[in-house]
T-cell receptor, first 111, second 110 residues
Framework: ETGVTQSPTHLIKTRGQQVTLRCSSQ?????VSWYQQALGQGPQFIFQ???????GRGNFPPRFSGLQFPNYSSELNVNALELDDSALYLC??????????FGPGTRLTVL | SQQGEEDPQALSIQEGENATMNCSYK?????LQWYRQNSGRGLVHLIL?????REKHSGRLRVTLDTSKKSSSLLITASRAADTASYFC??????????FGSGTQLTVLP
């Protein structure tokens, strides 16, 4: 166990809806990174938050947005869901750019 | 896009045998890391090797890095059924994110 928790574990949404995924970082960590992992693929970087500011972004459209709170927990929001958004969403916490510790993920299914 | 590619995509061996997985990447890196993932769950960090290192050991794991060839290998010795998982290499360059390969699915048969 890494101490990084994510909720919910599973989620089913329909196309066009909006979803919010949550991540609690490990104690002492101030940085949260979010990744999308499609079935059979490696994780792809969505964005990173450091001290409540976005600190790097991958090749994802603006309908993917996030927040980091003063306690360093984080949310990932996805608007106007598409079928291709179905994936495992992983968050990872770290202290700065040190080793990242991953949570168990949220499995999102878009119908 | 994926930075690295693991080879092979799938590997099946008998318990007690050694397993070797390879990773190639495209751009310069600060470090390369290997992760394990069981059945679509979270990633577990195995080992990190810096760009100025050539080899690193951790228990039954041995990682090599050849920056001239932009490649790395992960060797798991004396494999066990519990080693069955997907293994990913991930690189960190000047950017803040980890860039993952597509993974090797390892199956260790009892």
């Amino acid at each position: 166990e890494t101490g990084v928790t994510q909720s919910p574990t599973h989620l089913i949404k329909t196309r066009g809806q909006q979803v919010t995924l949550r991540c609690s970082s490990q104690s002492g960590h101030n940085t949260v990174s979010w990744y999308q992992q499609a079935l059979g693929q490696g994780p792809q970087f969505i964005f990173q938050y450091y001290r409540e500011e976005e600190n790097g972004r991958g090749n994802f459209p603006p309908r993917f947005s996030g927040l980091q709170f003063p306690n360093y927990s984080s949310e990932l929001n996805v608007n106007a869901l598409e079928l291709d958004d179905s994936a495992l969403y992983l968050c990872a916490s770290s202290f700065g750019q040190n080793e990242q510790f991953f949570g168990p993920g949220t499995r999102l299914t878009v119908l | 896009s994926q930075q690295g590619e693991e080879d092979p995509q799938a590997l099946s061996i008998q318990e007690g045998e050694n397993a070797t997985m390879n990773c190639s990447y495209k751009t310069s890196i600060n470090n390369l890391q290997w992760y394990r993932q069981n059945s679509g769950r979270g990633l577990v960090h195995l080992i990190l090797i810096r760009s100025n290192e050539r080899e690193k050991h951790s228990g039954r794991l041995r990682v090599t890095l050849d920056t001239s060839k932009k490649s790395s290998s992960l060797l798991i010795t004396a494999s066990r059924a519990a080693d069955t998982a997907s293994y990913f290499c991930a690189t960190r360059g000047s950017a803040r994110q980890l860039t993952f390969g597509s993974g090797t699915q390892l199956t260790v048969l009892p």
